[in-house]
């Protein structure tokens, strides 16, 4: 159990500080500065926000300068074990297409220097649509990112990565990279690396055709699952 008092044990104002820190880390969209919210500037009151969050299955987040919730790595894989939150095929390798276009390529070509996946170019629905999918499929996986909040509209209807990928923790957020990794460039050394890591710790190492459709790319989904009340 994370450190910090449990909020029973908090005087009634204290308790309110971290309900109101609670309900703001769990509903925003964008990072909730810690200069807003008293348990989140004050070390005591933010181990007890964790630890009301890791209660819940959830962890306190530090995103660009802020804060924000999401779902604990164990509790997020046996959830995906079970099928919650899980992406349908179509939308999960649109996501993956978006993200190769916005995120992977720009960076790997220097022109974005952030890490983040809202640090990130746009992409069309025209570019998009010159992939080996449906246009039609791509269209209505749009529609569906969108509202789950995985991916945004930018300037003229452009696409971009969407703030519940802000929500993925360090671990989710690296195993997302690599496979971006594996589907971009499955011959490469980087890729080969990888593998073999994941084969130490998973066992056989995946293609890159499963990478496409592997659940942790779903991570965010969850979020906006749980969001909804689906």
């Not at 990072?31 to 070390?43: E, K, M, S, T, Y």
């Not at 660009?64 to 939308?91: C, F, N, T, W």
């Not at 640090?119 to 449906?134: F, G, I, N, R």
């Not at 499955?186 to 084969?199: E, K, L, Q, S």
Request: hydrophobic content about 45%.
């Amino acid at each position: 159990m994370t450190g910090g008092l449990p909020l029973a044990e908090l005087p009634a104002p204290r308790q309110a500080d971290v309900l109101a820190a609670l309900a703001a880390v769990e509903t925003a969209d964008a990072p909730v500065a810690q200069r807003d919210f008293r348990a989140l500037a004050d070390p005591a009151l933010r181990a007890s926000l964790s630890r009301c969050l890791a209660e819940a299955g959830r962890v306190l987040l530090p995103v660009a300068g802020g804060y924000l919730s999401g779902y604990d790595d164990k509790v997020a894989a046996r959830q995906a074990a079970d099928g919650i939150g899980v992406l349908p095929p179509d939308d999960r390798a649109v996501l993956i297409l978006i993200l190769l276009h916005c995120v992977a390529i720009p960076r790997a070509a220097g022109r974005i220097a952030g890490s983040g996946w809202l640090d990130a170019e746009p992409v069309t629905k025209a570019e998009l649509h010159k992939s080996q999918l449906a246009d039609y499929k791509i269209d209505n996986a749009v529609r569906r990112l969108r509202d789950a909040g995985l991916v945004r509209y930018g300037a003229q209807r452009s696409i971009l990565p969407g703030p519940q990928l802000a929500r993925l923790t360090p671990t989710a957020s690296a195993r997302l990279w690599e496979e971006l990794v594996l589907v971009a460039a499955p011959h490469g050394a980087m890729a080969d690396v990888i593998r073999r890591r994941r084969a130490a710790r998973d066992g056989p190492a995946t293609s890159a055709v499963d990478t496409a459709s592997s659940p942790a790319t779903d991570a965010a989904s969850r979020e906006a699952a749980r969001d909804s009340g689906t």
